[in-house]
Nanobody
Framework: QVQLVESGGGLVQPGGSLRLSCAAS????????IYWYRQAPGKQRESVAI???????NYADSVKGRFTISRDNAKNTVYLQMNSLKPEDTAVYYC??????????WGQGTQVTVSS
């Protein structure tokens, strides 16, 4: 079992930055691939970034060059650094821990609002 808690969301002006954190408790955090997803009002949930257990990263085209995902396995935490934020980045951001065998865990989400 893995429990995930996101934090770091809030209200920011366009062009600003936020760093989201996903803190995990439970066993074997380091062997999970970790995803950040987001869901805007009236839209489907979409994958934003992933960092694998081996440290490989990948990003949605809409955030490439602006967002950076990283992990600190010693702290059982994954981060999403978001720079040059745009109003279209407004969404609830969710952390997801996944590994083969039906191990799929979600946090409760954190709201990010980009507005002047």
């Amino acid at each position: 079992q893995v429990q995930l808690v996101e934090s770091g969301g809030g209200l920011v002006q366009p062009g600003g930055s936020l760093r989201l954190s996903c803190a995990a408790s439970g066993s074997s955090f380091s062997i999970y691939d970790i995803y950040w997803y987001r869901q805007a009002p009236g839209k489907q949930r979409e994958s934003v970034a992933i960092i694998t257990s081996g440290g490989t990263t990948n990003y949605a085209d809409s955030v490439k060059g602006r967002f950076t995902i990283s992990r600190d396995n010693a702290k059982n935490t994954v981060y999403l650094q978001m720079n040059s934020l745009k109003p279209e980045d407004t969404a609830v951001y969710y952390c997801n821990a996944w590994r083969r065998g039906g191990h799929d865990y979600w946090g409760q989400g954190t709201q990010v609002t980009v507005s002047s």
